[in-house]
């Protein structure tokens, strides 16, 4: 499999006064998983609909292998999407759904089983969308995004009601999917999972993109900075400035702290020498998260 | 474009408790008229001339335009509000395409069932003449086949408005309530008097079937060729509105 590059160029999309997305510029090579990352409401998710055609740029284009979705000869067999697994009729079955969907692929029904079988529900055909668990229908949504046999995929939070088991097979799905040269972009909210799945990071906040780039040098943003806690907070904090420390609180800890620009040796030692009496000294290892929320609580650009 | 056509007759198949009610409103409202005929017209099957008889049953297709109306409203306007269109848009993006074949589909499920509830409601006329003691092969002479081809239209176009104002309100009740009122507004004209019924009539889609069917009053005439370009007039009216709004919106739910 080749897949094909997306690119966004200079995409806007607002909604009246409003602005959803400001003048998004990306393009995400196939052979890849890029992770979509933001906040609620950060434009991800319309992004997304603009690049499958669902949605209309205000300006700027949204193109798949040069070209926009509607200009694909077969665009379901070009990309598959999962934009929400409830958007199915509840009177449907999963066969039933995979029947029309196959249909519009111009592909057999005979297609139909061995993608049921793919993501588990075998067993479940029969079964109507409104009597499908999330998880189930987080499945019917990716065997539909699966149906075509397409070189890119567009999924928006698939990982949501997964069971854990779920969350592997589709790791592990789509690790081997970019593998085998696919194009993957991804949207979740489960920054362990996407820190496990993600090879680059794209960040929007507030409809603005603030960080393109590989997933391990995102996560390493915050990669040394130390966190020490003591009953004796503001002392600490006084003697580890005066020592040539940059100090942060941290959220919901009243008696932590984040310092950057001294070690844990030096923390200790001014502890120590301060009297003060610590109960946590530890170095961050850099995660997705810490780097998301660091980033996204600054608003950071690029 | 076949494609598309397809995976729309496709998605109808959840519907066809609809349709059979569809079908079978026609021939059932057909029984329940011609066996009350004797009350509502005072006279009996025997005293009725067989165009009477005829032209009563054929109100049963009337039946079954409002059911095709609410069956094309649910079929298109579920599409929204599950959001299901999202998926439509992914694998259809050309919205013309999308709309044409979303058409298409309500327009072969509405002439297969016009096409069924007609051999149903034919069936109820022949056995009404028959009862009354009127020959019941008179159901396809003389003027009785053009009423019942006439009323066969109602299904068809009115399912074809109804589905090309699901689209444009993104709603099943929005459609159920534009085909209704453009059935109601009929029913309501001539209380106006003559002038306004005369005024309306070359833009009223109800004149333009009773003129197709041979039972257009003087004031709603306007021959068969000219109540049939006044239908293909509101549906290329109604194709162009919705597939113009379809073309230009975002994808919506």
């Known amino acids: ?302 | 474009m076949k494609t598309a056509l397809l995976s729309e007759l496709l998605k109808l198949r959840i519907f066809m408790p609809l349709a059979l009610i569809a079908v079978g409103a026609g021939p059932a409202v057909a029984v329940i008229i011609c066996a009350t005929l004797p009350v509502t017209q005072n006279s009996g099957l025997a005293d009725l001339s067989a165009e009477n008889i005829v032209s009563a049953s054929a109100l049963g297709l009337d039946a079954c335009a409002v059911a095709t109306i609410v069956l094309a409203s649910v079929a298109v306007g579920s599409e929204f509000s599950t959001g299901q269109i999202t998926q439509s848009l992914w694998l259809t993006p050309r919205r013309r395409t999308l709309f044409g074949a979303k058409l298409g589909s309500v327009g072969i499920i509405s002439i297969g069932i016009t096409i069924v509830a007609l051999a149903g409601t034919s069936v109820v006329a022949a056995i009404a003449l028959a009862i009354g003691g009127h020959d019941p092969f008179a159901v396809v002479a003389g003027n009785s086949i053009r009423t019942l081809f006439g009323s066969a239209l109602m299904p068809v176009f009115y399912g074809l408005v109804a589905a090309c104002a699901a689209m444009v309100f993104r709603s099943t009740g929005g459609a159920i309530m534009t085909a209704l009122t453009l059935v109601l507004v009929a029913g309501i004209t001539p209380w106006f008097g003559d002038r306004v019924a005369e005024a309306l009539a070359p833009v009223s889609p109800s004149a333009a079937i009773h003129s197709v069917a041979g039972l257009a009053s003087h004031v709603e005439e306007l021959g068969a060729l000219g109540g049939t370009v006044t239908l293909v007039c509101w549906i290329v009216a109604a194709s162009v509105i919705a597939v113009t709004l379809f073309a230009r919106r975002d994808g919506g739910s």
């Open chain 1, 1 to 302: 499999m080749r897949g094909l590059e997306i690119t966004f160029d200079s995409v806007s999309k607002s909604y009246g006064t409003h602005v959803a997305v400001r003048d998004v510029t990306a393009t995400i090579r196939p052979g890849a998983i890029t992770g979509f990352l933001g906040p609620n409401g950060a434009g991800k998710s319309t992004t997304m609909r603009i690049l499958l055609g669902i949605d209309k740029p205000s300006s700027g284009s949204a193109l798949v292998g040069g070209r926009p979705m509607s200009a694909l000869d077969a665009p379901g067999r070009t990309v598959g999407a999962m934009l929400n697994a409830s958007a199915v009729h509840p009177r449907r079955t999963a066969r039933d759904h995979l029947a029309w969907v196959a249909a519009a692929n111009g592909l057999p029904r005979s297609s139909i089983s061995p993608a049921l079988e793919r993501v588990g529900l075998a067993d479940s055909g029969h079964v109507r969308a409104s009597r499908l668990s999330l998880g189930m229908r987080q499945r019917l949504g990716l065997a539909a995004a699966l149906l075509g046999d397409p070189s890119v995929l567009v999924l928006d939070e698939p990982l949501n009601g997964l069971d854990p088991e779920g969350i592997v097979w589709l790791r592990d799905a789509l690790r081997a999917f970019a593998a085998d040269g696919g194009n993957v972009l991804l949207s979740s909210h489960l920054m362990n999972e996407m820190q496990a799945t993600a090879d680059r990071v794209i960040v929007l906040h507030r409809g603005v993109l603030v960080a393109d780039m590989a997933a391990s040098d995102f996560s390493a943003r915050t990669t040394g900075a130390i966190r020490a806690a003591s009953p004796d907070v503001h002392r600490l904090r006084e003697r580890l400035e005066r020592a040539g420390g940059t100090t942060r609180a941290v959220r919901d800890r009243p008696d932590a702290i984040d310092i950057t620009e001294l070690d844990t040796h030096t923390v200790g030692v001014q502890a120590l020498e301060a009297g003060v009496p610590l109960t946590e000294l530890w170095t961050h290892e850099g995660t997705l998260e810490s780097a998301f929320l660091e980033l996204t609580a600054t608003g950071e650009s690029r």
